[in-house]
């Protein structure tokens, strides 16, 4: 009587199990996030007035908060689900067409695009800056309140934010008003333009990075879906109509221009415009362009005469737009980033923080000591995050052309844009959205995979701890009335609070003796690199 041999998998057969749910899990994460917003106006969907028959379409339904917060939250947690499985899987070696899940993704974004905008209230005030500057007011120092007050119907429609001038820069402002040059008095069609721009943005996007990393089969694949795919993008900023994508295309389309040889003085001035161009929808971009001057130093130092021309011209372009942009928005678009910069969000670990000081000391000292500590925790975490990513330390090699310069400034800007989020005291899971642009450009290889699964924890429990990201017009029953105390108050800031301390020891332990990043690491991955993550 012989003996059977043992039953084994084949390789990749564990892996393409995970993937095949991966992608299920994300297609339910999609849907969930489709029936949300089409089913009308709950607590998770503000009432988009307008004429009927006009775009953005949906039902009446009448979701009950408990099935409307159910719904996004199973679509959440379906999505953070699918986007673990699938990313262990292509580290496995699994794989699918790249393109028919970017595809696939771009369809969504489009059907989320059709159907009204859920989640928070902001497109409402989007539409009424668009207004005031179509009706000839300055909407950084015009409420939408006082607009109301004149019988606008689209100032009157905004909810959150009533009492708050615009934030957002020349160029966000100036799409708005087009948009509601198109929409006239209707909020409803208004909105509806102002999807298409964030459509446009994030296709855009997302055809950039599947460009920019061809080549290479894994990592195109990991691009669709951290960008195109990613079921937490879909939900939080397409359906969310947020304006934080069209910043993050022009962040990108710099890295883009960059290239991966040597920059030519021309390309690094474009890249500088495009910058500028991003500063000019959200401010948050001039992290970017500062990791495009970091980058450039690291290539070329010690070679100061190369480096100069470069450097000189990516200032130009930057200063040029970015000053352009600040001459129209004037003195009290600064007053109001001023004082955004002093808030702190409930959800943030920094709000704990600032409640226990106001027990010491009195007036605004407290939000002094947060703000200092917010920007020594973001130079700390950003001198960790460029000494201890294999791709920001590309230069240091011998043949410092091997790695892109692409590369290089990607890994450099995703390191400055990971320091300001983890460290700043006011966060929304939207704004996740410039590091989830920027990181399907970084190589994450020699065991920092787990700057990955930080950011996606991160997103994650900022996506639940704002459920819903309302405040006007919204009463929970009672069987939901714990979500803000137990879930913003409490678990949220716990987990921000615990990834931060995590990504610190992640990256002391890379950087400690006999744990460096092998030179091998350095590089962009080879075409036939699976570990892409």
Partial sequence: ?????PMTRRPGQAGSAAGCAGLTAIGASAALTFAVAVAG????????????????????????PYLAVGLTAAALAAGTLGLVLTLRAVRAGWSVPARAVLAAGLLAAAALTLVPPFGSSDH???AAYGRML???HNPYTTTPAQLAALG??????VQDWFTTPSVYGPLATAIEGLASLIGGTSARLTVFVLGLANLAAFGVTALLLHRMTRGDQARQLRAALLWAANPLLLQLLVAGAHVDGQAAVFGVAAIAVLGSSPPRVDRSAMAGVLVGLGFAVKVSDVLVGLGLAIALTIRLWPAWRRLLPPLAA???GFAATAGAALAIGGSAMLRQLSRESDMVS?????????TVIHLAVTGTAATDIVRFGAIALAATLAVLLIRGMPGAAAGHDRDPDRAGYSTTAATVAFALVMAWLFAWPYVLPWYDVLAWALLPLVPLAGGLEGICWMLLARTAALGFGYLPARQTGVTLPRGLSWLQPVIRH??????????????????VRVRSPGRQVPAGDSVEPRPTATKAL
Wanted: aromatic share 6%; proline share 11%.
């Fill in 1 to 5: 009587m012989t003996r059977s041999a």
């Fill in 152 to 157: 606008d119907p689209v100032a009157r429609a």
């Fill in 41 to 64: 106006p709950s607590v998770m969907e503000p009432v988009l007035p307008g004429r009927s028959g006009q775009p953005p379409w949906a039902f009446d339904a009448h979701l009950s």
């Fill in 490 to 507: 409490g678990a949220t800031p716990a987990v921000l609070a615990a990834v931060t301390v995590l990504l610190v020891i992640l990256m």
């Fill in 314 to 316: 990516l200032g130009a």
């Fill in 124 to 126: 409402l005030s989007y």
């Fill in 134 to 136: 179509a009706t000839g």
């Fill in 346 to 354: 409930i959800g943030s670990p920094w709000r704990v923080i600032r």
